[in-house]
């Protein structure tokens, strides 16, 4: 069974600060795609990124950043220079198999952030 | 890029009536949608894979005459809770995965708050 833990329920930082999201997962299967989405409080969810379970490679977008590890089944979310703008909640995803199916996914129970000015 | 449309944005019906909620792919075609519900606070849950021209997949533990989801064009699901009662009130997100990109990546709509009364 697969399953992502988002530990951390609730982040508060000062804008310009740098904050790390955390995303553990479970599964048994070998090929797998991790993704992250950000839900404003309009409610609509938008994606971040997807990785594959073959893809180890870091990932910069601007002033995200992703850290992918599978030796400890982590998948972090860094923001740095942390903006007001990027209040939200963050939710990590899981997909297994080989068809990716990105929006059959096992959600994490998201993390909020809250950037204050 | 990829616009998924959910309507209505809110709604509140009385207990015992039924609401449908649409779902459509503004500029793809989505052979397949995803319904989930998101209790306040909570993580999203996944309620039904649907396919165009299919019958829809539910998860476990979800009533399927109840939701019943209906995936009639490749731009196009609906979700319809019958028989609505307060318990069904909750946040309600529809997603799609682009064919073009292989289900790779999912677009979700802005949700649909229910409120029944």
């Known amino acids: 069974a697969q399953k992502v833990t988002q530990a951390q329920t609730e982040i508060s930082v000062v804008e310009k600060e740098d904050v790390t999201l955390d995303c553990v997962y479970e599964t048994r299967d070998t090929t797998y795609y991790l993704f992250w989405y950000k839900q404003p409080p309009s409610g609509e969810l938008v994606f971040l990124i997807r990785?594959?379970?073959?893809?180890?490679q870091n990932e910069i977008s601007g002033r995200y950043s992703w850290n992918f590890q599978k030796s400890t089944s982590s998948f972090n979310f860094t923001i740095t220079a942390s903006q007001v703008v990027d209040s939200a909640v963050y939710f990590c995803a899981l997909s297994e198999g080989i068809n990716t199916n990105a929006g059959k996914s096992t959600f994490g129970d998201g993390t909020t952030l809250t950037v204050k000015p | 890029g990829a616009v998924v449309s959910q309507h209505p944005s809110w709604v509140i019906c009385k207990s015992g009536t039924s609401v449908k909620i649409e779902c459509r792919s503004l500029?793809?075609?989505?052979?397949?949608m995803f319904w989930y519900r998101q209790f306040p606070k909570q993580s999203l849950m996944l309620m039904a894979t649907s396919n165009e021209g299919s019958k829809a997949t539910y998860e476990q533990g979800v009533e399927k005459d109840k939701f019943l989801i209906n995936h009639a064009s490749l731009t196009l699901s609906t979700l319809t809770v019958t028989s609505a009662h307060p318990e069904d009130s909750s946040f309600y997100i529809c997603g799609a995965e682009d064919v073009d990109t292989g289900g790779t990546e999912a677009f979700f709509g802005q949700g649909t708050r229910l409120t029944v009364v």
């Open positions: 990785r594959n379970s073959f893809d180890e």
């Open positions: 500029d793809f075609q989505a052979t397949t």
